[in-house]
T-cell receptor
């Protein structure tokens, strides 16, 4: 069953802690993306990766880091430098480097206590 | 930065009515896409329209694109309660090959 999985679904973090969100895809897609969504808002791009071992900053990369060591995995770390990390995080992937459509995971809701 | 802006921000209609949502954008695009999001879930791709297309249909969905006005509309005909969701337009700018820029979305409620 092909698709994108994100874990965990809900995540709670204390202020000052780093936390890593998982994103895995078995669609054999080259490109992967991380978005942040705040309540009632659209999606904002955090980071994206077009190929293994390469990634670029999106519009709101400050306070976040990523890695792309495997084609199927693109974890996102929310660091303590991110001042307002409470949000809904969505991972997506697309085939190739020309966007036809993006496939989204179910999301991770991060709450900072 | 958000390229697309949807209008209205919220829409409430009765089952069976048509729902129309509009999207405006700022720069030239390669294509424009519409996505749907059920509350607390990921986005699902609905339809893509390329910059050289003016209209596209998929089931009960009809999308139009006017590149001279930098605007698009999504029409859902004969709406159902299950259509209740948020709908987002997303553009692929001409100079940013694989990056989508999303608007703020229209929250549609279809009352049974």
């Amino acid at each position: 069953d092909g698709g994108i999985t994100q874990s965990p679904k809900y995540l709670f973090r204390k202020e000052g802690q780093n936390v890593t969100l998982s994103c895995e895809q078995n669609l054999n897609h080259d490109a992967m993306y991380w978005y942040r969504q705040d309540p009632g808002q659209g999606l904002r791009l955090i980071y994206y990766s077009q190929i293994v071992n390469d990634f670029q900053k999106g519009d709101i990369a400050e306070g976040y880091s990523v890695s792309r060591e495997k084609k199927e995995s693109f974890p996102l770390t929310v660091t303590s430098a991110q001042k307002n990390p409470t949000a809904f995080y969505l991972c997506a992937s697309s085939m190739g480097t020309q966007v036809v459509r993006q496939f989204f995971g179910p999301g991770t809701r991060l709450t900072v206590l | 930065s958000q390229q697309g802006e949807e209008d209205p921000q919220a829409l409430s209609i009765q089952e069976g009515e048509n729902a129309t949502m509009n999207c405006s954008y700022k720069t030239s695009i390669n294509n424009l896409q519409w996505y749907r999001q059920n509350s607390g879930r990921g986005l699902v791709h609905l339809i893509l329209i390329r910059s050289n297309e003016r209209e596209k249909h998929s089931g009960r969905l009809r999308v139009t694109l006017d590149t001279s006005k930098k605007s698009s509309s999504l029409l859902i005909t004969a709406s159902r309660a299950a259509d209740t969701a948020s709908y987002f337009c997303a553009t692929v700018p001409s100079n940013a090959g694989n990056m989508l820029t999303f608007g703020g979305g229209t929250r549609l409620m279809v009352k049974p």
